[in-house]
């Protein structure tokens, strides 16, 4: 998903692979000859620009003389496998990418080295606390935030200026421009938005103060079975009687900024940054021109808007690095304010760094500017290493939202679905 995001807004240039500064696979962790190290750092495909990661080892290298880095380019397919493996073994990378949901099942393995003694040397105190939230497991740091990526409201200039909506700042505003929109041209899908879109009702049940999951003494259950989901997939029914979309269908299937939106009959939709340059390049491609317009996703008031699902990557180190200090000092350089900064610039806006205070200025109107405005508010799962089994198919949430669409009682299908959630989220 990195990868397609970056790619598509423009930057794909510079996310070129690393192979100047190493390559997949090869030895590990550390290696000697004459008195010089190794140190080994993993990076996904698509998420370190060449020329940022080059300045940042140059500068780590000139710092600590005999030390070479080197950077081994990662494909997200297989990786957790590969990873997995890596961690067990006596050499494995020094310092490597892990996306956020999965870090906390490396963290529990006893794979990833406890860095919470150096939470300020690494820069602890600036980073974006909704990013902050999957590098922690039971009050301990087990790697640093990267970069994330969250979801924003796209939209037909065209449909809306005809409609005479502009950009809303409450749910209330939303809902209004989408009467207005259904009122203007029948045959136009106000917000084109599939039954089982579960990040965006994330977010919504976030805003209401309520989570997928919450701790229960030393173990989670699930929470879907709440007055704040009741509220939450009520709105969410609201937002989808809008909508053609299959009930029992996520964004994915079919895919929404390819299959359905270059189609020209739909006004808004919620998507991530590749989907929205997946669809303007569907379009173009097909002789017509996009113009598209972006704001987040509404909030409960307009001081604030609507809470979102933070996509990322964190940057952890291997327990059984043998160069852990100077791992630390590299996570430190590359984490830190002044290379984040530099990252926000390189990859233009696409990505939010792990500092708010050193995001890109991105262009007015832009998705970047939408998806920055929403960064202060954006989220994660629970942080629970057997999360991973509640989106396992069938995904239980999944299931629930689309019983309450087709007239199950919320809290009846929340009960169900709680039941599916509390069983996985335990299994690790």
Known sequence: MKRRLIAAIGVAGMMVSVAACGTDGGDNGDSSAGGEKTL????????????????????????????????????????????????????????????????????????????TADKDKLGYAGWNKGMLASAELDGKLFSAPWYAANRVVVYDKAAFKKAGVTPPKTREEWIDGLEKIKKSDPDVQPIYLPGQSWYVFAGFLWDEGGDLAVKDGDTWKGALATPEAVAAMNFYKELQSFSTAPQDKDEATPQQSTDIVPKGDVASWIGLGWEAGGAITAIEEA???????????????????????????????????????????????AAGKQHMAKYAEAVTGSLLPNNDSVQFKPEAGSFAEAMGLAAPVGKITPVTPGWVNVETAPNPIKDYMTKVLKGTDPMKAGEEADKVITERVNQE
């Not at 600590?64 to 961690?87: M, S, Y």
């Not at 409960?300 to 160069?323: C, H, M, Q, W, Y």
């Open 40 to 115: 080994t750092v993993w990076v996904m495909d698509g998420s370190a620009p060449e020329a940022w990661i080059a300045e940042v080892n140059k500068e780590f290298e000139a710092k600590h003389e005999g030390v070479t880095v080197k950077v081994e380019t990662q494909q997200w397919n297989g990786i957790q496998e590969k990873v997995t493996t890596a961690l067990s073994e006596d050499t494995p990378p020094d310092v490597l990418e892990l996306g956020n949901t999965q870090t906390a099942g490396y963290a529990v393995t006893g794979g990833l080295a406890d860095l």
């Open 287 to 333: 002789g017509g021109k996009a113009d598209f317009g972006y704001f987040p996703i509404p909030g409960k008031t307009a001081d604030t808007p609507g809470s979102v699902f933070f996509g990322g990557s964190n940057l952890a180190i291997a327990e059984r690095s043998k160069n852990k200090d100077l791992a630390t000092e590299w996570l430190a350089l």
